[in-house]
C-alpha cells in the first residue's frame, strides 16, 4: 500500500477519534479507552514519519529540511498528549481545551502532507518507492504490536 495511503488513513482515522472525544459522555466505548487508542495510534503516526518516512524524502533535495520543520510540531502534539493523559478526566474542561488544540494542530499537518508534501513526494520518488515506503510502515506498525486491520 502506498505510503501516502497509509499515512492520510491515519489522519483521518485519528481526526475521527478525537472527534469521538468531544463528546464527554460517551457511554458506547469509554472516552479513557478511546483517548488511549487516539494516543498511541498517533504517537504511532509520528514515529514512522520521522523514522520512515521524512527520511526518505530527505534524501531528495527537494524535501532538505522537512524534519527540522515537522520535528517540532510532532513534539508540540506529544506535549499536547502528555498533558492531557496527565489529566485523566476526557470530560474536563481543560482537557477538552487540550483536544481542540489537538485536533487544530493535526489538521493543519494533515492539509499539509496531503495538500502538498504527498503529491509532491509521488511525483519526485515515484509510485513503487512509496509503495516499498507504505510496507516498511505496516511492518514496523505490525512489529509495535498495531494491525492494519485495526487501522491504527
Ligand atoms: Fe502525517
Not at 109 to 133: T, V
Amino acid at each position: 500500500m502506498l505510503a501516502t495511503e497509509l499515512l492520510t488513513n491515519d489522519h483521518n482515522e485519528a481526526l475521527s477519534l478525537i472527534d469521538e472525544l468531544k463528546d464527554r459522555h460517551n457511554n458506547e466505548r469509554g472516552n479513557r479507552d478511546i483517548f488511549r487508542d487516539l494516543d498511541m495510534a498517533l504517537r504511532m503516526h509520528m514515529r514512522v514519519e520521522e523514522e520512515i518516512f521524512y527520511p526518505e524524502l530527505e534524501k531528495d533535495v527537494e524535501f532538505k529540511g522537512l524534519m527540522a520543520e515537522s520535528v517540532p510540531e510532532h513534539n508540540e502534539a506529544r506535549q499536547i498528549l502528555d498533558d492531557m493523559e496527565a489529566l485523566n478526566n476526557p470530560a474536563s474542561d481543560e482537557f477538552q481545551k487540550l483536544l481542540a488544540e489537538l485536533r487544530f494542530a493535526l489538521s493543519q499537518h494533515a492539509e499539509k502532507e496531503e495538500a502538498d508534501i504527498f503529491p509532491r513526494a509521488l511525483a519526485s520518488l515515484g509510485p513503487d518507492r512509496i509503495d516499498e515506503l507504505g510496507n516498511r510502515i505496516d511492518q514496523m506498525k505490525g512489529e509495535a504490536g498495531m494491525t492494519r486491520t485495526a487501522n491504527l
